[in-house]
């Protein structure tokens, strides 16, 4: 249980408060009334050693973080943990900005609990990968900024459930440059028994920035993303998909803003995936366009495949527009494998257990498709294809 | 080849076939043409075993390398694997997975069953060359997704494909010539032409009698309201082309 802010830096307390004086959020609380989370908050943890799950070989710019969420090990980048005021004033800053979540009592107690921060610099232009790893029965918050200097580069975050409980919780912050082009790739392989916490914040403050981030979450017992993308130049793009494989009772909750404070920007957002056993998803897609941005053209969709009559979705896209000349689009859709699709597959040799598999592996891979990097593609397919032959087996 | 006996089927209680009897025997070619709603689709799906339809009598007979098989007891995809192709109407689309991927997976499904070695992708992609080639399809058409933005006519071509791939033994060809322009009409009749052989059988379903003129049946039906109500030669195309179904009533 805790009961107190950690002691990184001084405002730790302050924010610790913040969430006292809002409390645990139960199903009342709007934006977490799909997830329970108070029993992770009182439950007695007991850390033990770490674990690291090592760095993918398949990546020669890495980063790799143990299981209490020190940096393990790291090559062709500049990983620093910033000091006590530097990430003091990082915050302060941040409270400022438009990302702020005062409504939000969990991340000023994600805050409160920091007990690491990170600032990690790449200058190369490929792929940058970071493994996380999950277990040793802890809580663990840490926190990263990026900063990438070249104009075009992606980063890709792997969280491997290595063993044991673990509540983790995570954010990074990525400010683009103009004309820059980031891709980021969040892996969760997360174990029945681990929780997370997943923050993204991208900030589009120069014109002509382009982000591009892609979940893809294979599990986890109670998993909750929220990535949050600031557009505030014009020609920028934003976008945040999500692709999801839930077996057992993972809890997979997504809840994510996209909020157009410039004319003349884009986003858009596709999160889908599949649903078996007990297994639960939420989605709150949140499209804000403010009063003068005209010109905006923003889309969202959800799509839900319930594979068993205890799977639960839940779709809820949201759009705010105070603005009067733009182009939205939004929906959210809830079914099982068309029929006529899976006899096709079957008319064709293909077994009703592989067809299913394959039907899977197209809905994943027509979003991984769209990351535009091919040694990340490559990765990805081999990991969703492997994935599901595993979790499809010959019995399912 | 098949033997189809007093065969009822219905959808949702509605019955769509009402006692149809048909025989194909090795090498013949057999077209089935009919107004709209009377049944000529669901005839083929049923053959290839679509899970929407209930058979509530008769039976089908499915005779290959001299064994009989009750092919209502085979799943969709041992049928497949059996020797027994349907060529969609309306292809499906599946975005996310390439042509050549499908393809193969589906080759090789019936590889296995057969007994025969899988192909690995360099291997399939030889055996596949001259088969694009006599469709006029360009390789490029493997690495786009399954029918996913392909035009009516490529679909079609695709179905094509697909069968000298898998090589069945009873083709059943689903309105494979509508949306197609005269060329294509040609290429793929072409296909479905060199498929003949004297093991092989083929049951074209086609609303017009032009595409008989590149394909020629040994044998016409007329369906009407679920039941076969004439048989003939490819006269009796003719005779539908110029007067339409309504002498038939």
């Known amino acids: 249980m805790i009961e107190s802010a950690a002691t990184l830096f001084k405002d730790q307390t302050r924010y610790f408060q913040g969430f006292e004086k809002k409390g645990l959020p139960n199903r009342k609380t709007e934006r977490w009334k799909f997830t329970p989370v108070a029993s992770l908050y009182q439950k007695e943890w007991n850390p033990q050693a770490a674990i690291s799950a090592g760095e993918l070989d398949e990546f020669s710019d890495f980063v790799s973080f143990d299981s209490l969420g020190e940096l393990s090990k790291s090559k062709n980048c500049e990983v620093k943990k910033l000091k006590p005021s530097e990430i003091e004033s990082f915050f302060q800053q941040f409270e400022t900005t438009k990302f702020w979540q005062e409504d939000d009592s969990l991340f000023q107690w994600h805050l409160s609990q920091l007990d690491h921060f990170y600032h990690i610099k790449y200058t190369g232009e490929e792929t940058l990968s970071l493994t996380h790893s999950l277990g040793s029965g802890a809580l663990v918050n840490y926190g990263i900024v990026f900063e990438i200097t070249s104009p075009k580069a992606t980063v890709l975050e792997s969280f491997l459930g290595t063993r044991g409980q673990t509540y983790h919780q995570t954010s990074r912050f990525f400010d683009l440059k103009e004309n820059q082009d980031i891709k980021h790739v969040i892996v969760n392989e997360a174990t029945p028994e681990q929780s997370q916490q997943i923050w993204t914040f991208a900030n589009l403050d120069h014109d002509k920035a382009q982000y591009h981030g892609l979940q893809v979450n294979f599990g986890g017992g109670l998993v909750r993303s929220n990535p949050f993308i600031n557009i505030q130049k014009p020609h920028s793009f934003g976008e945040f998909n999500g692709f999801y494989f839930l077996t057992g009772a993972d809890h997979f909750d997504f809840y994510s803003q996209i909020k157009h404070f410039s004319g003349e920007t884009e986003s858009n957002q596709v999160v889908k995936g599949l649903l078996h056993d007990q297994s639960k998803f939420a989605f709150t897609g949140n499209i804000y366009i403010s009063k003068n941005s005209q010109l905006v053209n923003a889309a969202q969709f959800n799509k839900n495949l319930v594979m068993s009559n205890q799977a639960q979705a839940f779709g809820q896209p949201q759009l705010e527009i105070f603005a009067d000349d733009v182009k939205c689009s939004h929906g959210s859709t809830t079914g099982q494998f068309d029929i006529d699709e899976l006899f096709y597959l079957n008319a064709r040799a293909i077994s009703p257990t592989k067809a299913k598999r394959l039907m899977a592996q197209a809905y994943g891979l027509e979003l991984i498709q769209m990351v535009d990097n091919d040694v990340l593609n490559t990765y990805l397919t081999g990991k969703l294809t492997s994935k599901l032959k595993t979790a499809y087996g010959e019995s399912r | ?249």
């Open chain 2, 1 to 249: 080849m098949i033997k189809i006996n007093d065969l009822h089927v219905t959808v949702e209680d509605n019955e769509i076939l009402k006692g149809i009897n048909l025989t194909i025997k090795p090498g013949e070619v057999h077209a089935i043409m009919g107004p709209n709603g009377s049944g000529k689709s669901t005839l083929a799906k049923v053959i290839a075993g679509h899970p929407s339809y209930e058979v509530t009598k008769g039976s089908i007979e499915y005779t290959i390398n001299n064994q009989a098989k009750d092919l209502l007891e085979l799943e969709p995809d041992v049928r497949s694997k059996e020797g027994i192709f349907l060529g969609f109407q309306y292809p499906i689309e599946i975005p996310g997975i390439s042509n050549l991927n499908f393809l193969q997976e589906s080759f090789n499904e019936v590889c296995e069953y057969q007994g025969a070695p899988k192909m690995e992708e360099k291997e399939f992609l030889d055996f596949l060359q001259p088969k694009l080639e006599e469709l006029k399809m360009t390789p490029a058409f493997l690495y786009r997704p399954v029918n996913d933005g392909f035009s009516g006519g490529e679909k079609k071509k695709n179905e094509i494909l697909q069968l000298k791939i898998l090589n069945p033994r009873l083709a059943l060809l689903d309105e494979t010539d509508s949306g197609l322009d005269v060329d294509a009409l040609k290429v793929v009749a072409g296909g479905v032409n060199s498929f003949k052989t004297k093991f092989n059988s083929t049951l074209l379903i086609t609303h017009y009698q032009r595409l008989l003129n590149y394909i020629e049946p040994d044998f016409v039906h007329i369906l009407s309201c679920g039941k076969i109500v004439e048989s003939g030669d490819k006269s009796l195309a003719l005779k539908v082309e110029e007067k339409g179904y309504d002498w038939l009533a």
